[in-house]
């Protein structure tokens, strides 16, 4: 599950946290252990309970018990330690991870606006609308599966565990306007106290059927392929749930850095969470009746409801990694372009990375509450789960490869190959994961769909309409000069003019001249660019440019995708590069609001330009996203068809 967590300072993005003292760096893993392994740490509640499911056909026998367990234990070391851990964690963005900065780096080995690029976009946007199915669906199973304890620990209270999954999660997004600054502090012990207890179910298990531990030796998968022919590649759709969160380790590289990571997975998690799988593996050789939920009956009965309580502990914070992983996400693909402006709300004063994006929440929120209602139960989830994960994964590996290539010169030798068979298992879980399709794995699909039609109509959309208004522009550079030959009325204060297009007259410069017949003292033609890099240094941040003469100024802001605009600072500290002053209370904002008008003989078909004017309509004011005061903002409309 890609997350981007917001529980931490990116500051972090260089990954030097761990070279400031042992403390520092013990710190810094154990907030690890606690955002970044949330959504891995928690399939080993229902990951072998689903593998005997009926719809695979597997008994529980000594063979092939051995044979899933070795299938588990290699696809953590291939696909989460070699793939992630070892190789892609290579792939840093200025430290920043994730698949938005694995597209923006391989996009930057090909030709600008070629055609490669633009496929190597698509297939980034297609991942990152992949994550959103994904994103629904964690919060929902992670609950349930640890809440069905309760039906091992009391049958007769089975009732209760959808209603009480509900409550859960409608108190965890409720709470999320509040931030998670102060409850984030414990959710590094929590989890820690988490893999330790699967480490510990796992050793006593283990004590009593040693012979599981024969399931380390690869030859048990092969033998298991061999024993049930090819249809045994569709168990993968079972075993990737061992293994979804493992792409977490790269996105939230940026925030905890690579050693942090890299230490809390070879000396906690990985150890904890094969000790666990061998001891249900154990379990089961035993008494094969443990099957029906190998996890809570491999617990003792004393123990049974503090680990209920520490399960459904773990998968709360799980679930909140996810949600917050949502808003981050969805700040990027904002910055990009690619999803309408919404309103963000900052959490904390101290950290820039808690923020909150109310649309994003509720509707994550309503989905995963109907998730829960229409499928009552984490095995019914289980078959909707993992396509989404398995299509993420194979475009991360498709982008490594085509990075590795460009760039690795040194290391393409290796990796190259290894991305190959990466490449090959990525597809054999996708189709594992397909044959789900009208059990549930229909759900993400979909999903995924609309959310990349919904990102691909707002980018086309805003390409149109740019194309649109360039085209009915006037070039910057001739009129300012012809203006002047016959200068309006002039006013004291400035005026800051926003435009996507630098050298082109804005809208609302026009509307000013044509509707109040006046112009201010200095007039700005100011541009906000993203990009594709997090974050933007500060001698990077302003390009000031005097147009015109002394009283027109063009200036473009940049900033990183992972970063929030912030127009009137920026300006501010424009101060010290030319004699160009910003007085808060002596400036005024001019932004042009276009209205879309749909037609049907232009750039998209028609119910695309419909879905498009739908969703401009909807995008939260410049003023909002830009943080400009809304008391010194003046809005121009304007009519555009396309």
Request: aromatic share 10%; with cysteine.
């Amino acid at each position: 599950m890609t997350t981007q967590s917001a529980f931490s300072t990116p500051q972090s993005a260089s990954g030097g946290h761990g070279d400031s003292g042992k403390t520092g760096l013990v710190a810094l893993v154990v907030g690890a252990i606690g955002v970044v392994f949330g959504d891995i740490g928690t399939s080993p509640l229902y990951t072998v309970k689903e593998a005997f499911i009926p719809h695979y056909g597997l008994v529980p026998d000594h063979d092939t018990v051995l044979g899933l367990l070795s299938l588990v234990f290699w696809a953590l070391m291939i696909m989460v330690t070699l793939k992630y851990v070892v190789i892609i964690m290579r792939a840093d963005n200025e430290g920043e991870g994730g698949i938005m900065a694995l597209m923006a780096l391989a996009q930057r080995t090909l030709p600008s606006k070629s055609r490669s690029a633009y496929a190597v976009g698509i297939l980034g946007i297609f991942g990152a609308s992949l994550f959103f199915g994904d994103g629904v669906i964690t919060p929902a199973i992670s609950v349930l599966s640890a809440l069905e304890g309760i039906e091992v620990a009391a049958p007769d209270l089975h009732h209760w565990i959808v209603p009480l999954a509900v409550i859960i999660l409608l108190a965890l997004f409720a709470t999320q306007r509040h931030g998670t600054e102060r409850v984030g502090k414990v959710f590094g012990p929590i989890m820690l106290l988490w893999f330790l207890a699967l480490a510990m179910l796992g050793v006593v298990n283990i004590w009593h059927a040693p012979e599981v531990l024969k399931a380390l030796n690869p030859w048990w998968s092969v033998q298991f392929f061999l024993a049930h022919g090819w249809h045994g590649v569709f168990i993968l759709g079972a075993v990737v749930l061992a293994v979804t969160g493992g792409e977490a380790l790269y996105a939230d590289m940026g925030h905890f850095g690579k050693r942090p990571i890299r230490y809390g997975w070879y000396t906690v998690v990985l150890p904890a969470l094969m000790l666990n799988y061998l001891g249900q593996g154990a379990l089961v050789l035993e008494d094969p009746s443990a099957i029906k939920n190998p996890f809570y009956f491999g617990v003792p009965d004393w123990a049974r409801w503090p680990v209920i309580v520490l399960a459904t502990a773990a998968t709360v914070i799980a679930s909140q990694a996810v949600i917050t992983g949502a808003f981050s996400v969805a700040r990027q693909a904002m910055q990009l372009g690619y999803i309408p402006r919404m309103q963000i709300r900052h959490t904390s004063s101290d950290t820039i990375g808690q923020i909150y994006v109310p649309g994003v929440n509720w509707t994550l929120m309503v989905l995963v509450m109907a998730l829960v209602l229409i499928f009552q139960s984490s095995t019914a989830l289980a078959a909707a789960y993992g396509v989404s994960v398995s299509g993420t994964m194979l475009i991360d590996t498709l982008l490594l490869a085509l990075l590795a290539k460009a760039k690795w010169t040194r290391d393409r030798w290796w990796v190259l190959p290894v991305a190959m068979v990466v490449v090959v298992i990525d597809i054999g879980f996708l189709v594992a994961n397909g044959a789900k399709f009208f059990d549930g794995a229909w759900f993400p699909i979909v999903l995924g769909l609309l959310v990349f039609t919904m990102l691909r109509t707002w980018r086309r959309g805003r390409e149109l309409l740019s194309a649109e208004v360039r085209k009915e522009g006037i070039q910057l550079d001739t009129f300012l000069p012809g203006l002047m030959l016959a200068p309006p009325v002039r006013v004291p204060g400035t005026a800051v003019f926003l435009t996507a297009s630098p050298d082109m007259v804005p809208h609302a410069l026009l509307h000013n001249l044509k509707h109040n017949k006046v112009l201010h003292e200095h007039n700005v033609f100011l541009t906000v660019e993203t990009l594709d890099v997090p974050y933007v240094p500060k001698d990077g941040r302003l390009k000031i440019e005097s147009i015109g003469g002394e009283d027109f100024y063009r200036v473009i802001v940049r900033y990183g995708f992972m970063e929030t605009p912030d127009v009137p600072l920026a300006l501010m500290q424009s101060c010290d590069q030319c004699e160009l002053v910003f007085n808060p209370m002596d400036t005024t904002y001019f932004v042009s609001r276009e209205s879309i008008v749909a037609s049907r003989h232009r750039g998209m078909p028609i119910w695309r330009d419909k879905l498009f004017a739908f969703m401009h309509r909807n995008a939260a004011p410049a003023s909002n996203f830009f943080r400009i005061p809304g008391n010194r903002l003046v809005e121009l409309g304007a009519q555009v068809e396309i």
